[in-house]
């Protein structure tokens, strides 16, 4: 049973940073598509980024580039998503997810979602 559980999340201040957790169960990191998304009250999903299962190649989206870095133990088997230089757009639910073979729209598992807030 494939598993994903968040932590990390929470209020933050403009520039600001945080690094958000996300737990998996039920597969191994390497043999999925994986990555975050996020959606904010009023706006469609995005993703943030995705880690290809293929050749393990990242790709960011533009609004986080330069600023969020992805991560991942598989001993852990825990992904991570560390946002630097935070800005109050980037204030969303962030969902971690995954899907076996290539990524879909929606992903075939995500987790519970956690609130990320960024304001003064």
């Known amino acids: 049973q494939v598993q994903l559980v968040e932590s990390g999340g929470g209020l933050v201040q403009p520039g600001g940073s945080l690094r958000l957790s996300c737990v998996v169960s039920g597969f191994a990191l390497d043999d999925y598509a994986i990555g975050w998304f996020r959606q904010a009250p009023g706006k469609e999903r995005e993703r943030v980024l995705c880690?290809?299962?293929?050749?393990?190649?990242?790709g960011y989206a533009d609004s986080v580039k330069g600023r969020f870095t992805f991560s991942r133990s598989t001993v852990k088997n825990t992904m991570y998503l560390q946002m630097n230089s935070l800005k109050p757009e980037d204030t969303a639910m962030y969902y971690c997810y995954a899907d076996p073979g290539t990524t879909s729209d929606p992903p075939d598992y995500w987790g519970q979602g956690i609130q990320v807030t960024v304001s003064s």
């Open positions: 880690r290809s299962s293929a050749h393990g190649s990242i």
